[in-house]
Nanobody, 116 residues
Framework: QVQLVESGGGLVRTGGSLRLSCVASGSIFSINAMGWYRQAPGKERELVATITSGSSTNYADSVKGRFTISRDNAKNTVYLQMNSLKPEDTAVYYC??????????WGQGTQVTVSS
């Protein structure tokens, strides 16, 4: 079983930056990809960014050029550097790990609030 713990969320003003971290522990094997997703009040959870085991990245159009996903395999950690934050980035951000073709694990989420 895998546990994912996110941190780094908080309150920031428009134009500010935050870096989210997601530390994985437990039965870590056959990782296909890790990613960040977010869910704003009244909206469905959406993809923000993913990074594969081969370090290929994918971003939602809304965050391209502002957010950067990276990983440190030695620390079992994935990061999300968020720059030029906007009020519409306000959401709970969740980390997800995909292992093999069947195992998907979510973290508990961290709140990001961007004030105008």
């Amino acid at each position: 079983q895998v546990q994912l713990v996110e941190s780094g969320g908080g309150l920031v003003r428009t134009g500010g930056s935050l870096r989210l971290s997601c530390v994985a522990s437990g039965s870590i094997f056959s990782i296909n990809a890790m990613g960040w997703y977010r869910q704003a009040p009244g909206k469905e959870r959406e993809l923000v960014a993913t990074i594969t085991s081969g370090s290929s990245t994918n971003y939602a159009d809304s965050v391209k050029g502002r957010f950067t996903i990276s990983r440190d395999n030695a620390k079992n950690t994935v990061y999300l550097q968020m720059n030029s934050l906007k009020p519409e980035d306000t959401a709970v951000y969740y980390c997800r790990m995909d292992q093999g073709s069947l195992i998907r694990t979510w973290g508990q989420g961290t709140q990001v609030t961007v004030s105008s």
